[in-house]
């Protein structure tokens, strides 16, 4: 009997599109699902008040609350404190058992109505950091997210030399994301998403993948960050379409919605890898300077979408944390 050997290669599977750009970025689940989080196996995971809240009103998880709530029983606590205590233990649950399925870290937010109150923000960090401590996770694994603004940044700088590690979300400027580097915070979340629809909204038209405003941002302060040394990490963040992530495909970090991941998992269409260290460094960009508190509060004064976005966030995450209260009350017997 004559064997036949073929000369042709093997042809391998093709990698779908989740697949390829994490060949290029880490990938980050925005969600509290521990099922998308199981399925599409991220590295890191991000969480805020409005992701638990939902996932606390689901059958799965509806017992994370109802533990919290009777080993917060006792504590002495009433009114205002008492379910200020549940929530942050609350977070720190939901945290810690996505801990248990991404090999990385989990972000926490604090409290946005924080956001103006340096020394709120920081006691607030210090709280989360140590009930997660306490559960065996070391700060390490921990990213405790604050809004960028003047004093959200001035907290993050002095948490950070505390090794608390923190994230900056609401971030939509160069300005914000320079003094969040100044600042040696850990990571910064320029929301691509929310730029987008602002400019969408402004000037009345849609736009394509390149020319999109929010891909334009995380660019610039990406290759701002490489071309001047910064070791502060960009993960691009809030995004409405999958066009918007493969833009940004070979940003540090990227997080992405359960629809989105999915939507990627399903194409094998080529990806391109569009930001790398070696471009940024060879770009053709100017120092922002140093930035005080008066330089930065006039650079976001002249961008108006900076300063509307950040506002606006700043309100939503505040009405966010106020209904997470409210749920959590309703709880109390």
């Known amino acids: 009997m004559t064997t036949v050997i073929s000369d042709k290669p093997k042809t391998e599977t093709k990698r779908n599109q989740l697949e390829q750009v994490k060949k290029f970025t880490t990938v980050v689940a925005d969600t509290g699902d521990f099922e998308t989080i199981r399925k599409f196996k991220p590295k890191d995971a991000t969480t805020n008040p409005s992701l638990i809240y939902a ?26 404190s008492q379910i200020e205590d549940i929530i942050e233990h609350l977070l720190v649950r939901f945290g810690c058992a996505i801990l248990r399925i991404v090999p990385g870290r989990v972000s926490t937010e604090t409290d946005a109505r924080f956001s103006f109150d340096i020394e709120g923000s920081i006691k607030k960090a210090r709280r989360l950091v140590k009930l997660y401590e306490e559960q065996g996770i070391g700060r ?27 994230n900056m979300t609401l971030l939509f400027s160069l300005a914000q994301a320079v003094r969040s580097a100044e600042a040696k915070v850990q990571l910064i979340s320029p929301f691509v998403g929310r730029i987008y629809d602002w400019f969408k909204a402004a000037n009345k038209r849609d736009y394509s993948r390149a020319e999109d405003p929010g891909v334009q941002s995380v660019k610039e302060i990406y290759t701002y960050y490489k071309k001047f040394g910064y070791e502060t990490e960009v993960m691009g963040a809030s995004f409405r379409n999958v066009g918007q992530i493969l833009e940004l495909a070979g940003c540090d970090l990227l997080t992405i919605s ?39 509060r006039y650079l976001i004064n002249e961008d108006a979408m900076a300063t509307e976005k950040t506002a606006e966030g700043i309100r939503k995450f505040a009405a966010d944390i106020a209904k997470l209260e409210k749920f959590v009350a309703s709880k109390i017997k």
């Not at 059958?59 to 533990?67: D, K």
């Not at 709530?69 to 606590?77: F, P, T, V, Y």
């Not at 405790?144 to 603004?149: E, P, Y």
């Not at 991941?261 to 960009?285: G, I, N």
Request: aromatic share 4%; with cysteine; hydrophobic share 35%.
């Open 55 to 80: 996932a606390a009103q689901l059958a799965n998880y509806s017992h994370f609350l109802e533990e919290v709530l009777i080993n917060r029983r006792n504590s002495g606590l009433s009114g205002a």
């Open 140 to 166: 390490e694994r921990v990213l405790i997210k604050i809004a960028s603004t003047w004093e959200g940044i001035a907290a993050a700088e002095h948490l950070q030399k505390e090794g608390i590690k923190c």
């Open 258 to 296: 359960p629809e989105l991941m999915k939507e990627l998992s399903q194409s094998h269409e080529q990806v391109e890898r569009k930001l790398t260290p070696e471009k940024a460094k060879s770009a053709d960009v100017k120092r922002l300077g140093e930035l005080d508190e008066k330089k930065f």
